[in-house]
């Protein structure tokens, strides 16, 4: 029976070769996942600073409605992280459901502030943005009724 010499030239890729190639792709997809990663979390952060704004505008318009009492200061708050407990006026219950709002769109740590002097009013939303990479997140507008 007759053998085949063995070649001495190399046929296909060795096992070093092949581990080197994985590695590098590994390492490549990696790269990639960790890409997508922080753009989700940008994107996380960027939902919440336009619901934010949304909001501050949402409690500005009500407060164009009801323009004699926020004159007068009645929507004033300096921290508002709970709701008012009394809502007989038309300037509570506006605050309490834009602070019912703010929880169920932002969080539990969402929190508001109105001040109202005159005819210029500021309205600030404030979160907490752990999944964005910060502490807390700060959306203040401004508006003269």
């Not at 060795?14 to 994107?43: D, K, P």
């Not at 004033?76 to 929880?103: E, F, H, M, S």
């Not at 807390?136 to 507008?141: D, Y």
Request: include cysteine.
């Amino acid at each position: 029976m007759p053998t085949c010499p063995i070649s001495r030239k190399q046929r296909g890729a060795t096992m070093l070769e092949v581990l080197i190639t994985v590695l590098i792709l590994a390492i490549g997809l990696l790269g990639v996942a960790a890409m997508q990663m922080m753009a989700l979390r940008n994107s996380q952060q960027s939902h919440q600073q336009s619901m934010a704004t949304i909001f501050s505008y949402s409690i500005l318009d009500s407060m164009r409605a009801n323009v004699d009492a926020a004159r007068n200061g009645d929507y004033n708050v300096t921290r508002l992280c709970t709701a008012p407990v009394n809502t007989a006026t038309l300037a509570q219950k506006d605050q309490a459901y834009w602070l019912a709002a703010l929880k169920a769109q932002l969080g539990s740590g969402a929190c508001g502030a109105i001040n109202c002097q005159g005819g210029d009013c500021t309205a600030s939303v404030s979160w907490t943005d752990s999944r964005g990479g910060n502490d807390s997140g700060l959306v203040s507008t401004r508006t003269r009724l």
